[in-house]
């Protein structure tokens, strides 16, 4: 008897943990990834950050932009000099502000047309911004609107999306990273 109650348990104990299957998430949290020296990239925030190198000007900044983009296949379609609007409504813009846009044709296609809805995210952005350091003096900045974050704002976002969106966050990164140094 105690035999049969023990295979009873234990064939019970069987069933149960393999038709019981635990709620596994299967959702990959998808990022960009940075070079060596860079900091990491915060996954909860659609902003990536770096200062500039201490020596690196502001119009050095903007010329590495340019050839870098131009060097990856990407157009700079449209700048928006943020911080000479606000002087004309008599408002200290406290430092440079201003966004410059960027498309790469191929990569963004890929996430297009899979889901046109992407397009409010187009052109992809980059910001050059002036802002205290710890010190309280202006520190150049260059900011991303990460790719993959907002990829998030998509249903069910198709594999091929998902890699054309990183793919153009890490070229992003890169060229960041380069301009932050004044590379060209």
């Known amino acids: 008897m105690q035999k049969h109650f023990l295979l009873a348990a234990l064939l019970i104990t069987v ?24 900091p990491p990239i915060d996954n909860t925030t659609a902003i990536y950050e770096l200062a500039v190198h201490d020596g690196v000007s502001y ?30 409504r008599g408002i ?22 899979d889901h046109p809805e992407f397009l409010v995210f187009a052109p992809c952005r980059i910001a050059i911004y002036e802002k205290p350091d710890a010190n309280k003096k202006l520190k150049l900045f260059i900011g991303l609107a990460r790719p993959t974050f907002d990829l998030k704002s998509i249903k069910n976002p198709t594999p091929r999306a998902q890699k054309a969106a990183q793919e153009l966050e890490n070229t992003l990164l890169e060229i960041i990273d380069k301009a932050s140094k004044g590379d060209i």
Do not use: W, Y
């Open 15 to 38: 069933i149960g943990c393999s038709t019981v299957k635990p709620a596994i998430s299967e959702k990959v949290e998808l990022s960009g990834q940075v070079r060596a020296g860079m």
């Open 59 to 88: 119009q050095d900044v903007v010329d590495s932009l340019k050839s870098l983009s131009e060097g990856k296949n990407f157009v700079n379609p449209a700048n928006f000099p943020i911080g000479e609007h606000i002087k004309k």
């Open 92 to 113: 200290d813009p406290q430092g440079i502000k201003e966004v410059h846009s960027f498309c790469n044709l191929s990569l963004g296609t890929d996430i297009f047309l």
